[in-house]
């Protein structure tokens, strides 16, 4: 099946750009996601790429993907300490089916 | 602006016992989910549900849970006799026609 990994932890300090990582294995994913989890809260859409895009840009958040290496990266430009939450990418076939999620990346900032 | 809600936030229930979940999705969405995370592993899918019948389903989606949506608004997660390994975080999800789904704010489910 689907594998999707993503790093543990990323320390950034306020202002600076955060770079959160995902990889996975299966080519034919379609629908790649990045979702966020603030403590004892659900999990939050962000945003979503296509596969037939390599770039989306939605205000503070920019979206890359490397269908070659299979590698997708969510960039959040001037990171607020709002921002410390956990960070999810999730991939799926097709719109309506299920989502294989990575195991989150928990991002701090700091003052 | 419209959310997925769920209750309750947490249960306790003993092993053996049955519990039902509760999720009212975002009115008009099509497709409805159950994912559940255990603590300190990934989010795992175990059900998606469209025009009334299960559309897809997880090896852990055995004989012991099954789904209902009882009327217009209510998505329910049965699971019918609790086991220990049972106890996690469970998210509802909803989606329209297209491709974003809506998390809950989940229900942490504690099973001694």
């Known amino acids: 099946g689907e594998d999707v990994e993503q790093s543990l932890f990323l320390s950034v300090r306020e202002g600076d750009s955060s770079v959160i990582n995902c990889t996975y294995t299966d080519s034919s994913s379609t629908y790649l996601y990045w979702y966020k989890q603030e403590p004892g809260a659900g999990l939050q859409l962000l945003t979503y790429?296509?596969?037939?895009?390599d770039m989306k840009q939605d205000q503070r958040l920019t979206v890359l993907l490397n269908k070659k290496d299979k590698h997708l990266s969510l960039r959040i430009a001037d990171t607020q300490t709002g921002d410390s939450a956990i960070y999810f990418c999730a991939l799926s076939r097709n719109a309506g089916n299920m989502l294989t999620f990575g195991g989150g990346t928990r991002l701090m900032v700091k003052p | 602006e419209p959310e997925v809600t769920q209750t309750p936030s947490h249960q306790v229930t003993q092993m053996g016992q049955e519990v039902i979940l509760r999720c009212v999705p975002i009115?008009?969405?099509?497709?409805f989910y159950w994912y559940r995370q255990i603590l300190g592993q990934k989010v795992e899918f175990l059900v998606s549900?469209?025009?009334?019948?299960?559309?897809?389903k997880s090896e852990i989606f055995d004989d012991q849970f099954s789904v209902e949506r009882p009327d217009g608004s209510n998505f329910t997660l049965k699971i019918r006799s609790t086991k220990l390994e049972d106890s996690a975080m469970y998210f509802c999800?909803?989606?329209?026609?297209?491709?974003?789904?809506?998390f809950g704010p989940g229900t942490r489910l504690t099973v001694l």
């Open positions: 549900f469209y025009n009334n019948e299960i559309s897809e």
């Open positions: 009115s008009n969405h099509l497709y």
């Open positions: 790429i296509f596969s037939n895009m």
């Open positions: 999800a909803s989606s329209p026609e297209v491709n974003e789904q809506f």
